[in-house]
Every structure is written in C-alpha cells, then in structure tokens.
C-alpha cells in the first residue's frame, strides 16, 4: 500500500500508486520478501513501518540498478516514483536491456504471438 494512501485521502489522481505496487512486486520478486511488515501481524505495525522505515535491501541483492530503480518506487514522496510515468520506468536504466519493442508487439499484439511460434 502507499504511503500517501495510509496518512493521506484515498484519491487515485495518477499512475504513482501503480508504480508503488510495481515497486513492492519488485522487491517482493528479487528479495523473496515484502519490503515492510515481513514479521508483523497487526496490518497497523505494517503500515507504521510503510510510513517510517527506510527500505533495506538483503546483502545477496548486488545489482545497485535494481536497489535504486526499487528505491524510487517505494520512495514515501510520491513525486519521486519515476515522476508517476510509465515512460520514466521504462527508460531507467535497470531496463537497458529490456527489448520494449519485442514485449510490446508480444503482449499487445495476441496475433503475432501465432505468427511467432509457427515460423
């Protein structure tokens, strides 16, 4: 959950909240646990460290793309999160290597998936 969304009004103005559950899916898939409340029970100790802690990484996650591209997502200022733009995540360089233009005709384009298997 946002920072914003437990000490603040439950307004959805942008993508910001989206880049944040990108964030914890992130961390959650590269550190093998979520980024706050690991051990706590009571969802209100969750989210008292969602709004205090900073976010600490494992010492087996080396690559420094990742902890910072993972850094600006959970950051507790929305307006650090990539700026709220999806053109801003995709041009970080955690993704250099990232073939967008592959993703993008495979996932938007269902008909190419076809072609692509048969050939």
Known sequence: MASRLI????????NVEVLTRLGVC???FMCGMVPFGEDAEDPYDIYQQIITQPIKYPRYLKDLKAQALMGQLLSKTPEARLGGSFA???ANPWFSNFDWVIYNLI????SRINYLIKS
């Open 107 to 110: 996932y938007f384009d269902v």
């Open 26 to 28: 992130l961390y959650e």
């Open 7 to 14: 000490s603040g009004p439950l307004v959805f103005e942008n």
């Open 88 to 90: 801003s995540l995709k």
